[in-house]
């Protein structure tokens, strides 16, 4: 049979490419990744393209005919039929977003005993002008703050158009602009009360100081915030514009007045101009100090580690040893501090968005340390920090070579135990891949499952939606592309934009005019430890959860076939936070529509970070929790909020409780690593990757 006939067009499954109806027999070896349109001849027609190559087979020797097919989204299937033997098993290999850099790399599986090596793609050539526009993109990523100048553009073209064609509503935000500029006029002439006008947010801390209720400055504030209001009403609300655009506009013009704010120059914040008159002008030079020690680190791309919370030193210091690792992960394991543990160990999967330590933080709030002391052998993943030459490590890759790899040693060393499987911000998304999958085949190895600020649903993310279109994600795969990672200033810039008055102008008020240090501490340490991100798991990332949400509708892959959360029937605790801007709690809240089990959801105060490191004190934030079963009626977030009873004090008591009722007795501890390791010669806690710049 010719592999080069004419077939209809391929059809996306389940994430892999299908022909419809066989080459040769039933069914198809099939073989799927990405490849830029544009590098191939497209003939016969301009959807399908094909390349047929003789390849020995190690048995028998037949040839192998391959046929490249192109689809609407630039994928390429590799069809595979071998002459006279009934085809394999479908292959699937994981998808790429590009092969330009690999010129097609061999791939190879192993299927039925035969080893397939894939066609040669050198033939392919990379078009230099896209490789042109891909740099050009990459040298604006920096001064575009990494947003797509294309999305920027699109958005705004949107509202600019729908506000144009809508005359009544433009006379509309004409009338209340002179209405706002006549009231402030009046209070300009007739002085009245502080605030009469407009009152800043209760979440809006720059006019808190009593200086800001004198004149002049109260009235300039209360201009600032009157035609902030303005802006607010004339980039929503208009008929048409796209609920995405609308979303961007509006954040994106707020980012833009948030720079004019009276607050963030010298000579009309109050509180600036009175720290120079009392320190007679030494806050400025010592802005100016700051200002200056600050360029240099940023023109040099270094980062000064404080000298106060050094890693095993200071913070990540509770004992324990490297047991397992790869080339992702080092494994640790926590050394027991009473006579006793629960039987069921405690397997913690951080996001590698972060260093793993912000769990093990000082001795007072370590969360490990807490755990250890009520009596659970903890394990910890540590994920190695990407460098350009982890590029191509994706999605799949980290949960192989780490949840599946940390469950596999981890049962290595508490033989025939149950674990109880904890993940945090994308480590716990990354273990709710890991547990439908499991739950498919029939793997029950999870005693339960533990979420900390994740998401499983990504269609209510927060403002981090904002950067999360086609014209975005293509932009920042440019910008991946050339470096091959997503680098430490991008991800923390991204995380600070979202609270940039927080972040960015407060910070800048402070250490850049009063003159003035934030005085150090290990959060602030560990924010400041930051990571690199894989070109290619964090497409993949962007593309399957964010941008398709494949996770939430079923289509997400693993091992060829997909995965659904409503396999998964492991009692779950969840815990979502009030404040978070990355992970919202009512899209953490989305797991009670997902997951077929028992679940345990817990709202606590503060955000992503500072909400989960929450130890007991008086301090506390307090919470809230209410079961519902797996069998149970589904309650919607603002009835929950409603019902859900309150408590005082820290989740961890509540979330301590909550595992040891599902554990068995107490039992001696387990030994320390692998059966056949020598315990003397494991490393120490916090082993290696963690330390890695």
């Given at each position: 049979?010719?592999?080069r006939?004419?077939h209809?067009?391929?059809?996306?499954?389940d994430g892999?490419?299908?022909?419809?109806?066989?080459?040769?027999?039933?069914?198809?070896c099939l073989v799927?990744?990405r490849?830029?349109?544009?590098?191939?001849?497209i003939s016969p027609?301009?959807?399908?393209?094909?390349?047929?190559q003789?390849?020995?087979l190690?048995?028998?020797?037949t040839?192998?005919a391959?046929s490249l097919?192109h689809?609407t989204?630039?994928t390429?299937?590799?069809?595979?039929s071998?002459d006279?033997?009934t085809?394999?098993?479908?292959v699937?290999l994981?998808r790429?977003?590009?092969?330009?850099?690999?010129?097609?790399?061999?791939?190879q599986?192993?299927?039925q005993?035969?080893?397939?090596?894939?066609?040669?793609?050198?033939?392919?050539?990379?078009?230099?002008?896209r490789?042109?526009?891909?740099?050009?993109?990459a040298t604006?990523a920096p001064?575009?703050g990494?947003?797509?100048?294309?999305?920027l553009?699109?958005?705004?073209?949107?509202w600019?158009?729908?506000?144009f064609?809508?005359p009544?509503?433009?006379?509309?935000l004409?009338?209340?602009a002179?209405?706002r500029?006549?009231r402030v006029?009046e209070?300009?002439?007739f002085?009245?009360?502080?605030?009469?006008?407009?009152?800043?947010?209760?979440?809006?801390?720059r006019?808190?100081?009593?200086?800001?209720q004198?004149p002049?400055?109260?009235l300039?504030?209360?201009?600032?915030l009157l035609?902030?209001?303005?802006?607010h009403?004339?980039?929503?609300?208009n008929?048409?514009v796209?609920r995405q655009?609308?979303?961007?506009?509006e954040f994106?013009?707020?980012?833009?007045?948030?720079?004019?704010?009276?607050s963030?120059?010298?000579g009309t914040?109050?509180?600036?101009?009175k720290r120079?008159?009392t320190?007679?002008?030494?806050?400025?030079?010592?802005?100016v100090?700051?200002w200056?020690?600050?360029?240099l680190?940023?023109?040099?791309n270094?980062?000064e580690?404080?000298p106060?919370f050094q890693?095993?030193?200071?913070?990540?210091?509770?004992?324990?040893?490297?047991?397992?690792?790869?080339?992702?992960i080092?494994?640790?394991?926590?050394a027991?501090?009473?006579?006793?543990?629960?039987?069921?160990p405690?397997l913690?999967?951080?996001?590698?968005?972060?260093k793993?330590y912000?769990?093990?933080?000082s001795?007072?709030?370590s969360?490990?340390?807490y755990?250890t002391?009520?009596?659970f052998?903890?394990?910890?993943v540590s994920?190695?920090?990407?460098?350009?030459?982890?590029?191509?490590?994706?999605?799949?890759?980290y949960?192989?070579q780490g949840v599946?790899?940390?469950l596999?040693a981890v049962?290595?060393?508490?033989?025939?135990?149950?674990?109880?499987?904890?993940g945090?911000?994308?480590?716990g998304?990354?273990?709710?891949?890991?547990?439908a999958?499991?739950?498919?085949d029939?793997?029950?190895?999870?005693?339960?499952?533990?979420?900390f600020a994740a998401q499983?649903?990504f269609t209510?993310?927060g403002?981090?939606t904002?950067?999360?279109n086609?014209?975005?994600v293509?932009?920042?795969?440019?910008?991946?592309w050339?470096?091959?990672?997503?680098?430490t200033?991008?991800?923390?810039?991204?995380?600070?934009?979202?609270?940039?008055?927080?972040?960015?102008?407060?910070r800048m008020?402070?250490?850049?005019?009063?003159g003035?240090?934030?005085?150090?501490?290990?959060?602030?340490a560990?924010?400041?430890?930051?990571?690199?991100?894989?070109?290619?798991m964090?497409?993949?990332?962007?593309r399957?959860?964010?941008?398709?949400?494949?996770?939430?509708?079923?289509?997400y892959?693993v091992?060829?076939k997909?995965?659904a959360l409503?396999?998964?029937?492991?009692p779950m605790?969840v815990?979502?936070t009030t404040?978070?801007?990355?992970?919202?709690?009512?899209?953490?809240?989305k797991?009670?529509?997902?997951a077929?089990a028992?679940?345990?959801?817990?709202?606590?105060g503060?955000g992503?970070?500072?909400?989960?490191?929450?130890?007991?004190s008086?301090?506390?934030h307090?919470y809230q929790?209410?079961?519902?079963q797996?069998?149970?009626?589904?309650?919607?977030?603002?009835v929950?909020l409603?019902e859900a009873p309150?408590?005082?004090?820290?989740?961890?008591?509540?979330w301590?409780?909550?595992?040891?009722?599902?554990?068995g007795?107490?039992?001696?501890?387990p030994r320390?690593?692998?059966?056949?390791?020598?315990v003397?010669?494991?490393?120490?806690?916090?082993?290696s990757?963690?330390?890695?710049?």
């Amino acid at each position: 049979m010719d592999s080069r006939r004419r077939h209809s067009a391929p059809a996306r499954t389940d994430g892999a490419m299908r022909v419809p109806g066989p080459l040769i027999g039933e069914p198809d070896c099939l073989v799927e990744f990405r490849i830029d349109c544009g590098r191939c001849t497209i003939s016969p027609s301009p959807r399908t393209v094909h390349f047929t190559q003789a390849h020995q087979l190690n048995h028998p020797a037949t040839p192998a005919a391959f046929s490249l097919i192109h689809d609407t989204e630039m994928t390429i299937a590799v069809i595979l039929s071998i002459d006279g033997e009934t085809p394999p098993a479908p292959v699937l290999l994981p998808r790429r977003p590009d092969v330009q850099r690999h010129e097609a790399k061999m791939l190879q599986k192993q299927v039925q005993g035969v080893s397939i090596e894939g066609p040669s793609l050198r033939s392919v050539r990379p078009s230099h002008a896209r490789d042109s526009d891909r740099a050009l993109h990459a040298t604006l990523a920096p001064l575009t703050g990494g947003l797509s100048p294309t999305a920027l553009s699109l958005a705004y073209a949107d509202w600019l158009s729908h506000l144009f064609w809508s005359p009544a509503r433009r006379l509309e935000l004409a009338h209340d602009a002179l209405g706002r500029a006549s009231r402030v006029t009046e209070a300009a002439l007739f002085p009245a009360a502080p605030w009469s006008l407009i009152a800043p947010q209760p979440q809006d801390h720059r006019f808190n100081a009593p200086e800001w209720q004198q004149p002049p400055f109260n009235l300039m504030a209360q201009s600032f915030l009157l035609a902030e209001e303005w802006w607010h009403g004339a980039t929503t609300g208009n008929r048409g514009v796209s609920r995405q655009n609308e979303k961007i506009v509006e954040f994106s013009t707020r980012q833009m007045l948030d720079v004019f704010a009276p607050s963030n120059f010298a000579g009309t914040n109050p509180e600036v101009i009175k720290r120079t008159l009392t320190t007679g002008g030494r806050n400025v030079a010592a802005g100016v100090h700051n200002w200056w020690e600050d360029l240099l680190h940023t023109v040099s791309n270094e980062v000064e580690p404080n000298p106060d919370f050094q890693v095993g030193h200071d913070v990540a210091v509770t004992p324990g040893k490297v047991v397992y690792s790869n080339d992702l992960i080092e494994l640790i394991q926590y050394a027991p501090v009473i006579s006793e543990v629960r039987p069921e160990p405690v397997l913690i999967v951080p996001a590698w968005i972060m260093k793993y330590y912000i769990l093990d933080l000082s001795p007072h709030n370590s969360l490990v340390k807490y755990l250890t002391e009520h009596g659970f052998t903890v394990f910890m993943v540590s994920w190695r920090n990407p460098t350009p030459k982890q590029r191509d490590v994706s999605l799949e890759d980290y949960r192989r070579q780490g949840v599946m790899a940390a469950l596999d040693a981890v049962g290595a060393i508490v033989p025939g135990q149950r674990v109880h499987a904890t993940g945090y911000c994308l480590g716990g998304t990354l273990l709710s891949i890991a547990a439908a999958a499991m739950s498919r085949d029939g793997d029950e190895r999870l005693k339960s499952i533990t979420l900390f600020a994740a998401q499983t649903d990504f269609t209510e993310a927060g403002e981090l939606t904002l950067f999360i279109n086609e014209s975005q994600v293509a932009f920042l795969e440019d910008v991946m592309w050339k470096r091959g990672v997503l680098d430490t200033t991008q991800m923390a810039g991204a995380f600070q934009i979202l609270r940039s008055n927080d972040l960015v102008w407060s910070r800048m008020v402070r250490e850049y005019l009063m003159g003035e240090r934030s005085t150090p501490n290990d959060l602030m340490a560990w924010n400041a430890d930051a990571t690199r991100m894989p070109y290619l798991m964090h497409s993949e990332y962007l593309r399957k959860l964010f941008l398709d949400n494949d996770l939430a509708e079923g289509r997400y892959i693993v091992d060829g076939k997909a995965i659904a959360l409503s396999d998964i029937h492991t009692p779950m605790f969840v815990v979502g936070t009030t404040r978070d801007h990355v992970a919202p709690w009512r899209s953490t809240y989305k797991i009670h529509l997902l997951a077929d089990a028992e679940i345990t959801f817990c709202l606590t105060g503060g955000g992503h970070n500072a909400g989960i490191v929450a130890p007991p004190s008086p301090k506390a934030h307090g919470y809230q929790v209410m079961v519902k079963q797996a069998d149970g009626p589904y309650v919607g977030p603002d009835v929950w909020l409603e019902e859900a009873p309150h408590a005082e004090g820290s989740w961890w008591t509540e979330w301590v409780h909550w595992l040891t009722t599902r554990s068995g007795a107490m039992v001696p501890p387990p030994r320390m690593g692998l059966p056949d390791a020598d315990v003397a010669s494991l490393p120490d806690a916090p082993g290696s990757y963690v330390l890695q710049p």
